[in-house]
């Protein structure tokens, strides 16, 4: 059975701070990793891995995937309060899109 | 401007009619999706595709299937609609960069099946 698990569950910081947010995955016939963030309902799209060792950017955040130890993380750098989110990843495989179950991230001001 | 349209805003179907949306980008992006939109449960993945002619399942595409015979059109299909696939349905592409993503997504189709 395909498993996601994201850690940590939940997660308090200060305006300004480095977070880091883990992803590790056991995906059969893998094929991508997505990260999405989740604000009240609808999740909003942030990367999509495929390929290890590649960083991806978006602003404040980047992304990175190791194949071989099967996880990626999340970065988020000079956090600010509109960060504060779920923040899901889903590995892509044979029988489609498996969800971890969210990092729930506060950020204080 | 960078575009992604869909052949239809609104769409009336019957239960068991066959439905098709058309999806078409023209930014020469190599990933499109499929979502489904429904109130209370947000955005959902139906099928995405990374290249022409490959297809992978989201998390619900039970009762849907996807067409990706050109690198700019994606299809979604409904084989035999039913009342709970109304809904409104999103498309999206976004770019195959190594290092950067953004997603670009369509004006939707309100689907109601009756």
């Known amino acids: 059975e395909d498993k996601v698990v994201q850690s940590p569950l939940s997660l308090v910081v200060h305006e300004g701070d480095t977070v880091t947010l883990n992803c590790s995955y056991e995906?059969?016939?893998?094929?991508?990793l997505l990260w999405y963030k989740q604000e009240k309902k609808a999740p909003t799209f942030l990367f999509m891995l495929t390929s290890s060792g590649i960083e991806k950017k978006s602003g404040r955040l980047s992304s990175i995937l190791d194949k071989k130890e099967l996880f990626s993380i999340l970065n988020i750098t000079a956090t600010q309060t509109g960060d504060s989110a779920i923040y899901l990843c889903?590995?892509?495989?044979?029988?489609?899109?498996?969800f971890g179950k969210g990092t729930h991230l506060i950020i204080q001001p | 401007d960078v575009k992604v349209t869909q052949s239809s805003r609104y769409l009336v179907k019957r239960t068991g009619e066959k439905v098709f949306l058309e999806c078409v980008q023209d930014m020469d992006h190599e990933n499109m999706f499929w979502y489904r939109q429904d109130p209370g449960l947000g955005l959902r993945l139906i099928y995405f595709?990374?290249?022409?002619?490959?297809?992978e399942k989201g998390d619900i595409p039970e009762g849907y299937s996807v067409s990706r015979e050109k690198k700019e059109r994606f299809s979604l299909i409904l084989e035999s609609a039913s009342t709970n696939q109304t809904s409104m349905y999103l498309c999206?592409?976004?770019?195959?960069?190594?290092?950067?993503?953004?997603?670009?997504f369509g004006p939707g189709t309100r689907l109601t099946v009756l």
């Open positions: 889903a590995g892509g495989g044979a029988d489609g899109l498996t």
């Open positions: 999206a592409s976004i770019t195959g960069g190594h290092t950067y993503n953004e997603q670009f």
């Open positions: 595709s990374y290249d022409v002619k490959m297809k």
């Open positions: 995906v059969t016939n893998f094929r991508s």
